[in-house]
């Protein structure tokens, strides 16, 4: 299994020359298994680098895109994914059920004539649109695609891909379940805990032992304050004990906050190491996402 | 008034007794929804307060449709689990269908538009009450005035549809009212029962009288003209950007002489429909999904 990273930046693409290092662009990650089709993790901005790459790919025929949730900045860059406008390709889009639209919906509408000059109906690879729950799904011959839902203001979904012994987890736009009855009457308080309580330890089996974790931690521990609670995204200290917890073998920090700098990200992840780093329990080994950054397991 | 249309008007009235009632939670949980500050124990108070409704927003929630693993039994789980903002969207869609469903859907008036109408003059009385600075706690009946305010039609058409056809396609061509038709061929009009209707769910005073007096808002009394006139005004616009209804007639003008003595200008009322399609849409979208 090979996984590339193609955007890492959260919420709005940021070039300059401050975020070259790690790159500007939104979240797209590749993963390739030999003889499978391939897989594609979110379209943001980053997808029309992969789009390109792509075509000098001759074998690549079969493409599935699993979108975590709609936001923007995980969708606006597939109207510029090529392959979208070549008939060889058999390009097959999953993403969660949304109570009130369902993909095909949402997809087509940042398509149309306002916003983009090619509607989806004029995209000539054969496309299909899938709206997916907490399932496994096939793709190819072996690979098996495993879905969660996680906590985010919108239907969002985090996804294990496992191939020959080896997994990868993809865990964006993810804050812990928090019990937000806090303040409410006692019995609902007790739920409310109960049921965050549950959420949490679900997603510690969910990612139990994975090679690699790859996951949303786009604040420090101090910044992730009152006032960004609920955004949907995690501190730095949350998804390194979540991925400690689980025992995963290597954790990536992914969706860079637009307004860190390279330098600030190297900060960020000293720090964590200052704050995490314990000699009485198996520390886990983090390193941060980065546009063009393979990983070959 | 003849023998055959009085006894037509009884009989509407008594079925409005037999209506079930708008219960008090979908009240409460409009209110929430346009409430930027609702906490999510707010929510699942509300629809606590309501049996039925909590077993269909939880039936919705453990539907195949969301193809949760294990049994989602509390709302308190189902509002951590899905967000507050999917268990809201399924509990006013829940609350507003179950208690509104036009069983018809002939040409000129079916259930979507139905919908789309009312929601349309809902968003923007709501929207000339805010640009009229009513206190916040009286925006919200704005709102629902705005969406009651056909609710009349809902009990005509399940009763006399093939007359109320003729009727509404008469209407949206000629020059005459809906409710002038209605009141000859069935001794009442849908804003007369529709503010019976209002009455029965206890919904205030000031509310009755605008879905009453929404086409006569002159006839309202003088402290309670301003809601009777935004509905009345609200009904219009949304007749003539031609939401949820395909026709409008000239009676859908709306003349300076009307609009003398209302806080607001044309340019004013101009401004509110900019968004009001989009707003429209994205409202219909969800009770199109609960149904």
New interface residues.
Partial sequence: MEIKFWGVRGSIPSPGPNTAQFGGNTPCVEVINEGEPLIILDAGTGIRKLGMDILKRPDIKDIHLFFSHTHWDHIQGLPFFTPLLIPKYDITLYGP?H???NLEQILSQQMEYTYFPVRVEELAAKISFNDI???EITIGEDVKVTTK?V?????CLSYKIEKDGKSFVYMTDHEP?????A???EL?CE??RQ??KD?NEALVEFVRGVDIFCVDAQYTAEEYDPSRIGWGHSSTIASYDLAREAGVKEMIIFHHDPDRSDSDLQKMLSNLHDISWSPDQDNVPVRLAREQFNIHL | MSDIVQAEAKELIDSIDQMAALSPAATKIISISSNLNA???DL??AINMDPLLMGKVLKLVNSA?????KAIV?L??A????????IK??ALSAAMTSSINVQSSFKSFNNEQFWEHSVACSILAKAMAKKMAIPAIEVEEYFVSGLMHDIGKVVLISKHAVVCEEIYEQASFGKTVAVELEEERFGISHATLGARIASKWRFPETMCNAVEFHHTPEKAPDDRKKMAYSIHFANKMAHNLKIGIETSSDLDTISDEAMEGFPLSPSDMDELTEDLPKAVE?AK??LR?SR
């Fill in positions: 059920v109570y009130s639209k729950i907490e399932q839902f906590n985010h203001p919108v239907v379940y928090r019990n937000l009855f303040d409410a009457d609902s739920e409310g049921v965050a959420q | 906490e999510p124990a699942v108070n449709y969301f193809g949760l693993g509390s308190q789980r509002v951590i689990l899905l967000g507050f903002n999917t969207n399924i994205e979208s969800f999904g």
